[in-house]
């Protein structure tokens, strides 16, 4: 039987594994990759799945948020974790990779097989036809990514990531920290830190002196978008008191366990300043920062950060960041499945979804292509269980706010809770481990899923 090949468009992580997935269901592939032809600022080969920056995936132990997700593609036969075993490098406890080795092999892996083709093309349009995955990445060429704004519509895309550092929710002291709203308005939707003057000034002075990440000249040209978004170490620097007008502002706040906040005798109970943590996700397991964009060195995040009251030993599953990145608003536009809602024929994956990282992007990957694979040979697309962690990360980048909806990498807070809470974190997370692989061997033993190996 002759199928119509499936169009890939950006040979990245995801689309390296997305190619693969579709070319070992047995259907062609079309892959088209703008480099050599045309560069991105940010890569530096012609290679498919270049490493634009470290060459590392992060932790390799499977009860890491990072290594589990590696351990459930393992699985699930997946390429590019395949490739990075092969080629790993001593790193610690991380999963890291010759680099050079890693991509040059897999894009001689892909060229060689008989159902790839591979084009070296930038493709200025979505294909209107066919079956489709956009891996195109966080920079997506720019004539790309104005057809993808004309699909989806302008309020739907963003071209610049300015966001807060994530907390994971049990790691913020409740004992300090008070859930209210500003002056008691709807319901308590806010996690407020309060600061006297004291801890005030102590972190103001502090944020003030820490050390900031460099800033790519790509980066810089475009640092004009920022302006309505400033990070909160530049705030710190306008004066001691700009930020307490700013999104440190007490007003309004109180500590309802202090009483009726509205009574006179509990006015001078208000704090002198307050971080408010937004919550994130459903189950209110992450904690957003915020008013917390930062271009702060992520060590200096951490130590800088957890000088607030109630964030002492807050566990951050996302820091803050300012740089370019093209991405889509998931929750409106994606199924989980990684369909558009709009077009089902035509999926993304990557970094364009809003998945953050390598290990991450080459997972969209292969969902997008198993499903693209799927929707060629006439079958239902496939949801991965939301207790592994692939799965939990494509429910969450298609159901969170569209509001204020920020990138996320794989991590525990989005992982469903377990019916009976365990206290101890690494026995946690171990047994969130051992949920997840039994989900995923269950998954493959049983159609659909394919084969590892
Ligand atoms: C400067 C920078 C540093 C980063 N550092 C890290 C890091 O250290 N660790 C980490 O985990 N993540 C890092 N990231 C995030 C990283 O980009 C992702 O983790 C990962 O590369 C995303 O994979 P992807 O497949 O979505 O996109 P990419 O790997 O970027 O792949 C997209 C591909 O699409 C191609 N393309 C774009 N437009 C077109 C078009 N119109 N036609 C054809 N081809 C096209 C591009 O050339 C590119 O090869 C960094 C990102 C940037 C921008």
Same mark, same amino acid.
């Given at each position: 039987?002759?199928?119509?090949?499936?169009?890939?468009?950006?040979?990245?992580?995801?689309?390296?594994?997305?190619t693969?997935?579709i070319a070992? +269901?047995?259907? &062609?592939? *079309?892959?088209?990759?703008?480099?050599? /032809?045309?560069?991105? @600022?940010?890569?530096?080969?012609q290679e %498919?799945?270049?490493?634009?920056?470290?060459?590392?995936f992060?932790?390799k132990?499977?009860d890491?948020?990072?290594?589990?997700?590696?351990?459930?593609?393992?699985?699930?036969?997946?390429?590019?974790?395949g490739?990075?075993?092969?080629?790993?490098?001593?790193a610690g406890?991380?999963?890291a990779?010759?680099?050079?080795?890693?991509?040059k092999?897999?894009?001689?892996?892909? +060229?060689r097989? &008989?159902l *790839?083709e591979?084009?070296?093309?930038e /493709?200025?349009?979505? @294909?209107p036809?066919?079956?489709?995955v %956009?891996?195109?990445?966080?920079?997506?060429?720019d004539?790309?990514?104005k057809?993808?704004?004309?699909f989806?519509?302008?309020?739907y895309?963003s071209?610049?990531d300015?966001?807060?550092?994530i907390?994971?929710g049990?790691?913020?002291?409740?004992?300090?920290?008070?859930?209210?709203s500003?002056y008691?308005?709807?319901?308590?939707?806010?996690?407020?830190?309060?600061?006297?003057?004291?801890?005030?000034l102590?972190?103001?002075?502090?944020?003030?002196?820490?050390?900031?990440a460099?800033?790519?000249d790509?980066?810089?040209?475009n640092a004009?978008?920022?302006?309505?978004?400033?990070?909160?170490?530049?705030?710190?620097?306008?004066?001691?008191?700009?930020?307490r007008?700013g999104?440190?502002k007490?007003v309004?706040?109180?500590?309802a366990?202090?009483?009726?906040?509205?009574?006179p005798?509990?006015?001078s109970?208000r704090?002198?300043?307050?971080?408010?943590?937004r919550?994130?996700?459903?189950?209110g397991?992450?904690?957003n920062?915020v008013?917390?964009?930062t271009?702060?060195?992520?060590?200096?995040?951490?130590?800088?950060f957890r000088?607030?009251?109630?964030?002492?030993?807050?566990?951050?599953v996302?820091?803050?960041?300012?740089h370019?990145n093209?991405?889509?608003?998931?929750?409106?536009l994606l199924?989980?499945?990684l369909q558009?809602?709009?077009?089902?024929?035509?999926?993304?994956?990557?970094?364009?979804v809003?998945?953050?990282?390598?290990?991450?992007?080459?997972a969209g990957g292969?969902l997008?292509?198993?499903?693209?694979?799927?929707?060629?040979?006439g079958?239902e697309?496939?949801?991965?269980?939301?207790t592994?962690m692939?799965g939990?990360?494509?429910?969450?980048?298609?159901?969170?706010?569209?509001?204020?909806?920020?990138p996320?990498?794989?991590n525990?807070g989005?992982?469903?809770?377990?019916?009976?809470?365990?206290r101890?974190?690494?026995?946690?997370?171990?047994?969130?481990?051992?949920?997840?692989l039994?989900d995923i061997?269950?998954?493959v033993?049983?159609?659909?899923?394919?084969k590892?190996?």
């Open positions: 039987m002759s199928y119509s090949p499936v169009r890939v468009i950006g040979g990245g992580l995801a689309g390296t594994e997305a693969w997935q070992r +269901a047995g259907i &062609p592939v *079309i892959l088209s990759e703008m480099r050599p /032809v045309q560069m991105t @600022p940010a890569h530096h080969s %498919l799945a270049e490493l634009v920056c470290s060459n590392s992060g932790a132990q499977s890491r948020a990072a290594g589990l997700l590696h351990e459930e593609m393992r699985r699930l036969g997946s390429i590019v974790i490739k990075a075993d092969e080629h790993q490098v001593p406890g991380a999963l990779v010759d680099r050079a080795v890693f991509s092999e897999l894009t001689q892996t892909l +060229a097989h &008989p *790839i591979l084009c070296r093309e /493709v200025p349009h979505i @294909p036809e066919g079956v489709v %956009l891996t195109t990445g966080p920079l997506t060429s004539r790309l990514a057809d993808l704004l004309d989806t519509g302008m309020e895309m071209f610049f300015a966001a807060s550092p907390v994971i049990d790691s913020i002291d409740k004992e300090t920290a008070f859930l209210a500003r008691d308005k709807g319901e308590a939707a806010y996690l407020n830190c309060p600061l006297n003057k004291e801890e005030y102590h972190f103001w002075q502090e944020l003030c002196n820490a050390e900031q460099p800033v790519k790509f980066e810089r040209e004009k978008f920022f302006e309505g978004c400033l990070p909160i170490e530049e705030l710190g620097q306008r004066g001691e008191d700009t930020m007008y999104p440190l007490p309004g706040l109180f500590d366990r202090h009483g009726d906040f509205k009574a005798e509990n006015q109970k704090p002198y300043a307050v971080v408010q943590l919550q994130e996700d459903k189950e397991q992450l904690w920062m008013g917390f964009q271009n702060l060195r992520w060590g200096e995040q951490k130590r800088v000088l607030i009251p109630g964030l002492e030993k807050a566990e951050f996302r820091m803050g960041v300012m370019r093209t991405f889509i608003n998931s929750p409106e199924s989980p499945t558009f809602k709009k077009r089902p024929t035509l999926l993304a994956a990557g970094q364009l809003g998945t953050e990282g390598y290990g991450a992007a080459a292969w997008a292509g198993t499903n693209a694979a799927r929707l060629v040979l079958l697309p496939i949801i991965l269980p939301k592994t692939m939990a990360l494509f429910e969450f980048i298609t159901s969170a706010s569209p509001k204020h909806f920020q996320m990498p794989p525990f989005i992982i469903p809770p377990l019916e009976k809470r365990i101890n974190k690494r026995e946690r997370y171990g047994v969130y481990r051992d949920r997840a039994a061997d269950l998954a033993r049983c159609p659909p899923l394919p590892g190996g």
